[in-house]
C-alpha cells in the first residue's frame, strides 16, 4: 500500500467547522497534508459521492452528528481508510456514537469518541505511517 499522506475531513454543515479546525491543527502540527470539504450526506449526497471518487485523500475523517450518515456514506463508497467522529448534538452525542458504530460487516468505519476530532487526526496519522513503512 503505498499513500501520498493526506487526510480529508469532511463535515456536513459549516457549524461542525470547530470540530475539523481542531483535527486540522493536530495534522499541521505533524506535517500531513489535509484539506477540509463540507458536503451533506443527505444534502448533497451526489457531490459527496464524485468528491469520494475523486479525491487523492488516504485516509477519510468524517465528523457527524444526529443520525450520523457521513461516515458510512463515505465507507460504502471507497475502500480507504474511514474514521467516524460522533458530535454532540443531540442526546449527547450518543445517537451520533451508535450510528457510526453500528456499521454492517463490510463498511467498517473506525469510531472515536464523541467530539473527540483530535483523537481521529493522532488515528489517521498512524494510519499513514503504516502505508509509509510499506
Not at 464524485?50 to 461516515?71: C, K, N, Q, T, W
Not at 480507504?80 to 443531540?90: H, K, Q, Y
Request: charged share 20%.
Amino acid at each position: 500500500m503505498s499513500c501520498k499522506g493526506k487526510v480529508s475531513i469532511v463535515i456536513g454543515s459549516e457549524r461542525d467547522r470547530p470540530h475539523a479546525e481542531r483535527a486540522a491543527a493536530v495534522l499541521k502540527e505533524h506535517g500531513v497534508e489535509h484539506e477540509i470539504v463540507v458536503l451533506s450526506a443527505h444534502r448533497n449526497p451526489k457531490e459527496l459521492e464524485r468528491y469520494i471518487e475523486a479525491s487523492d485523500a488516504d485516509v477519510f475523517v468524517a465528523m457527524a452528528g444526529l443520525a450520523a450518515h457521513l461516515p458510512g456514506f463515505i465507507a460504502s463508497r471507497t475502500q480507504r481508510p474511514v474514521i467516524g467522529v460522533p458530535l454532540s448534538v443531540a442526546l449527547g452525542g450518543l445517537d451520533s456514537l451508535l450510528s457510526i458504530v453500528q456499521m454492517p460487516k463490510g463498511v467498517p468505519v473506525a469510531t472515536v469518541g464523541i467530539d473527540n476530532a483530535e483523537n481521529a487526526a493522532h488515528l489517521a496519522i498512524r494510519i499513514l505511517k503504516l502505508c509509509r513503512q510499506s
